[in-house]
């Protein structure tokens, strides 16, 4: 396996993640510019104009490249995954220099940058198994203007649904113009505290627009739409019919004394993107 | 109201702003977020290494790059600028600093400040860093590199047209942000 040729694959799948946002985004980005007037619409306009830009001169379209999150579905026949992990932050420190991405890992402790990227337990590699000799990789960059608002509440379980609308209502409330607004909003529901904040996060990998498969989970999709674009936040917080463009639930089974809650909010800037590596080390970025 | 302007902009000027009103600045912006934020609060002007006072404000951290020795803007949206609530009235107040940019509006305290010194806040849309990077001209002068990183120095640029951005928060305390 060409580990250099896996390499650029990976630089290419991070230069996509950052310069472009998947059409589903978009395409709602614009029912939403139709949709909005005053200045609603000049935040979606300017939005809109800065993802052409950024297509166009492939430059990451917000300075806040985010913290990188990778996941990873490794099919068990893939002779090579042992060399994922070094491949993938080799790929991260390139792409910082040659993008480039602004440096974004901080030491907590002595507050330095590392200056690449790199960092204790960064990037984030989120690791699945499948059958088969491939694998597929989503890369999920992630500002802090919309991750600072992330919640995890642990709610009693007699609060019930209504008990968890209230919460997820309540966070995107407190979160106002801060997250850039129009947002995605994933929520987990279920499970423990780190499962139920990780089912958020996955939550934010659908498509803008496709619901549960599940009828009543896309049923508590919709009503959690509806009810926040009731609270008029609007684009940037200015004001405006449309605060967010899409709400996306994943649950878990839940201890019968725990309703844990995670809310996850993406900006519009709903930035990911796929790649397929081959058992030969062949690559193609979606 | 549509107002084109140039830094530094009259106190009267600062007055017949209110919010929705849409403005573009020609002129020269200062980066400072958290951490420059921190180190000006612990300064007077004259120990500050650059003159505040004249530039607007911008919450950003910028992406940058450098090709031989010249400094280049390639992404540069605005920051949360709440994380700089506690700080804000300080600077206003101490630096003769008159207008504020950034994204997601601030609390009431930089609204009484504003008021007080006759200043405005502005909002440009988040997450809109590469059209903000193309009203970006030159790169005058950077502080505090070493010390603090990319995302956290000041970094002083020289703007052009930049928009649109709609007066948030304007001099008579009113705020787009407060009847959330």
Same mark, same amino acid.
């Given at each position: 396996?060409?580990?250099?040729?896996?390499?650029?694959?990976?630089?290419?799948?991070?230069?996509?993640?950052?310069?472009?946002?998947?059409?589903?985004?978009?395409?709602?980005?614009?029912?939403?510019?139709?949709?909005?007037?005053?200045?609603?619409?000049?935040?979606?306009?300017?939005?809109?104009?800065?993802?052409?830009?950024?297509?166009?001169?492939?430059?990451?379209?917000?300075?806040?490249?985010?913290?990188?999150?990778?996941?990873?579905?490794?099919?068990?026949?893939?002779?090579?995954?042992?060399?994922?992990?070094?491949?993938?932050?080799?790929?991260?420190?390139?792409?910082?220099?040659?993008?480039?991405?602004?440096?974004?890992?901080?030491?907590?402790?002595?507050?330095?940058?590392?200056?690449?990227?790199?960092?204790?337990?960064?990037?984030?590699?989120?690791?699945?198994?499948?059958?088969?000799?491939?694998?597929?990789?989503?890369?999920?960059?992630?500002?802090?203007?919309?991750?600072?608002?992330?919640?995890?509440?642990?709610?009693?379980?007699?609060?019930?649904?209504?008990?968890?609308?209230?919460?997820?209502?309540?966070?995107?409330?407190?979160?106002?113009?801060?997250?850039?607004?129009?947002?995605?909003?994933?929520?987990?529901?279920?499970?423990?505290?780190?499962?139920?904040?990780?089912?958020?996060?996955?939550?934010?990998?659908?498509?803008?627009?496709?619901?549960?498969?599940?009828?009543?989970?896309?049923?508590?999709?919709?009503?959690?739409?509806?009810?926040?674009?009731?609270?008029?936040?609007?684009?940037?917080?200015?004001?405006?019919?449309?605060?967010?463009?899409?709400?996306?639930?994943?649950?878990?089974?839940?201890?019968?004394?725990?309703?844990?809650?995670?809310?996850?909010?993406?900006?519009?800037?709903?930035?990911?993107?796929?790649?397929?590596?081959?058992?030969?080390?062949?690559?193609?970025?979606? | 109201?549509?107002?084109?302007?140039?830094?530094?902009?009259?106190?009267?000027?600062?007055?017949?702003?209110?919010?929705?009103?849409?403005?573009?600045?020609?002129?020269?912006?200062?980066?400072?977020?958290?951490?420059?934020?921190?180190?000006?609060?612990?300064?007077?002007?004259?120990?500050?290494? =650059?003159?505040?006072?004249?530039?607007?404000?911008?919450?950003?951290?910028?992406?940058?790059?450098?090709?031989?020795?010249?400094?280049?803007?390639?992404?540069?949206?605005?920051?949360?600028?709440?994380?700089?609530?506690?700080?804000?009235?300080?600077?206003?107040?101490?630096?003769?600093?008159?207008?504020?940019?950034?994204?997601?509006?601030?609390?009431?305290?930089?609204?009484?400040?504003?008021?007080?010194?006759?200043?405005?806040?502005?909002?440009?849309?988040?997450?809109?860093?590469?059209?903000?990077?193309?009203?970006?001209?030159?790169?005058?002068?950077? =502080?505090?590199?070493?010390?603090?990183?990319?995302?956290?120095?000041?970094?002083?640029?020289?703007?052009?047209?930049?928009?649109?951005?709609?007066?948030?928060?304007?001099?008579?305390?009113?705020?787009?942000?407060?009847?959330?």
């Amino acid at each position: 396996m060409d580990e250099k040729h896996l390499k650029s694959g990976l630089v290419q799948l991070i230069l996509k993640a950052e310069t472009e946002i998947p059409p589903d985004v978009v395409a709602a980005l614009k029912r939403a510019y139709k949709e909005e007037t005053g200045s609603a619409k000049l935040q979606l306009e300017s939005m809109l104009t800065n993802v052409e830009l950024a297509k166009k001169k492939r430059c990451p379209m917000c300075q806040d490249t985010g913290i990188l999150s990778f996941f990873i579905q490794v099919g068990t026949d893939f002779p090579k995954i042992g060399t994922l992990k070094g491949i993938i932050e080799q790929a991260v420190v390139q792409a910082t220099k040659d993008i480039p991405l602004r440096p974004n890992t901080v030491d907590p402790m002595t507050s330095k940058n590392h200056g690449d990227n790199l960092g204790f337990y960064l990037p984030h590699l989120l690791w699945d198994f499948e059958a088969g000799n491939k694998v597929h990789i989503t890369l999920l960059p992630k500002g802090s203007g919309s991750e600072n608002m992330s919640a995890l509440g642990f709610l009693s379980p007699s609060a019930g649904l209504e008990g968890v609308k209230q919460f997820v209502i309540s966070q995107v409330k407190k979160a106002g113009g801060r997250p850039c607004p129009p947002i995605i909003v994933g929520v987990g529901i279920g499970g423990s505290a780190d499962l139920v904040m990780n089912l958020g996060k996955r939550a934010l990998l659908r498509p803008v627009g496709v619901h549960h498969t599940d009828s009543l989970i896309a049923t508590l999709e919709m009503e959690l739409l509806e009810m926040i674009n009731k609270t008029g936040i609007g684009a940037m917080g200015l004001g405006g019919k449309i605060t967010a463009l899409d709400v996306h639930v994943e649950v878990a089974h839940r201890h019968p004394a725990s309703l844990p809650v995670g809310v996850v909010i993406q900006c519009w800037a709903d930035r990911r993107a796929s790649m397929t590596i081959n058992a030969d080390g062949s690559w193609k970025v979606d | 109201m549509e107002y084109h302007a140039t830094l530094p902009v009259s106190p009267d000027f600062l007055k017949k702003l209110h919010v929705n009103d849409i403005l573009y600045v020609t002129g020269k912006l200062f980066t400072a977020r958290d951490c420059a934020h921190e180190k000006m609060r612990a300064m007077n002007p004259k120990d500050l290494p =650059f003159d505040p006072s004249g530039m607007a404000l911008y919450h950003c951290g910028p992406l940058m790059k450098q090709e031989q020795e010249k400094w280049i803007v390639v992404s540069a949206g605005p920051t949360t600028s709440s994380r700089m609530e506690d700080v804000e009235d300080i600077i206003l107040d101490r630096f003769a600093v008159h207008m504020i940019i950034g994204k997601g509006g601030m609390g009431k305290r930089t609204a009484k400040a504003l008021k007080k010194t006759g200043s405005v806040y502005a909002a440009f849309p988040g997450g809109v860093g590469v059209l903000a990077a193309e009203k970006i001209t030159g790169v005058s002068q950077v =502080f505090w590199l070493e010390e603090l990183g990319m995302p956290e120095a000041v970094w002083v640029l020289d703007v052009q047209e930049f928009g649109p951005l709609v007066v948030a928060m304007d001099s008579t305390g009113r705020s787009l942000y407060q009847r959330l």
